[in-house]
């Protein structure tokens, strides 16, 4: 095993992507659940979530309005043939994603080729402008509407 020092590891942890999978097995929830350590700590928050096949993609984490009226458009995003709006609200310092886009303003990006079309520009052409909906994202400080909002600003973020 190396071992790298604290300026190597700060260095090259900006040159690796890190990617988390995950996948649902039945038969392992199943087994799991019949376990006698599930038995013994059931309805605890990690066991019931163990189980699950629930994931940060479909929780209702950061599904709320902004408290704010003044937010500045951002942009179009569409994923899976539907249309949300993108907003900072710079008094909260969030960003919030729903399914009302403002249709009128010229930034449109597509976020799968499937959704890519005449008006809309790809992705990767707006690289620094998804960077910082990214750090938006890590941050901590996106708030969506629903689910399928939250899942189109996701992929959106997801790909460098």
Same mark, same amino acid.
Request: hydrophobic share 35%.
């Given at each position: ?9 700060? !260095?090259?942890?900006?040159?690796? !992507?890190?990617?988390?999978? +995950? ?6 929830a199943d087994e799991i659940a019949a376990s006698g350590f599930y038995k013994a700590f059931k309805g605890s ?8 096949? $629930?994931?940060?993609?479909? #929780?209702?984490?950061?599904?709320? $309005?902004?408290? #704010? $009226?003044?937010? /500045? @458009?951002?942009?179009?995003?569409? &994923?899976? %043939?539907?249309? @949300?709006?993108?907003?900072? @609200? ?5 960003? &919030?994603?729903? =399914? ?7 930034? $449109?990006?597509?976020? !799968?080729?499937? =959704?890519? =079309? ?7 052409? @707006? %690289?620094?402008?998804?960077? +910082?909906?990214?750090?938006?994202? /890590? #941050?901590?400080?996106?708030?969506? #509407?629903?689910? =399928?909002?939250?899942?189109? &600003?996701? +992929? ?5």
């Amino acid at each position: 095993m190396v071992w790298l020092t604290e300026k190597e590891l700060l !260095t090259d942890m900006f040159l690796f !992507t890190w990617v988390l999978e +995950q996948g649902y097995i039945e038969n392992a929830a199943d087994e799991i659940a019949a376990s006698g350590f599930y038995k013994a700590f059931k309805g605890s928050n990690y066991m019931t979530y163990n189980i699950s096949k $629930k994931f940060l993609k479909n #929780s209702t984490t950061f599904i709320n $309005k902004p408290d #704010s $009226k003044n937010n /500045t @458009y951002i942009c179009t995003l569409r &994923y899976n %043939g539907r249309d @949300y709006g993108v907003r900072l @609200y710079s008094d909260e310092n969030i960003v &919030y994603c729903n =399914d009302k886009p403002d249709m009128s303003y010229h930034i $449109k990006i597509s976020v !799968t080729t499937a =959704d890519h =079309d005449i008006n809309y520009a790809m992705l990767m052409n @707006y %690289g620094a402008m998804i960077g +910082q909906l990214r750090y938006y994202f /890590t #941050s901590g400080l996106c708030r969506f #509407s629903d689910i =399928d909002a939250k899942e189109a &600003y996701m +992929q959106a973020v997801a790909i460098r």
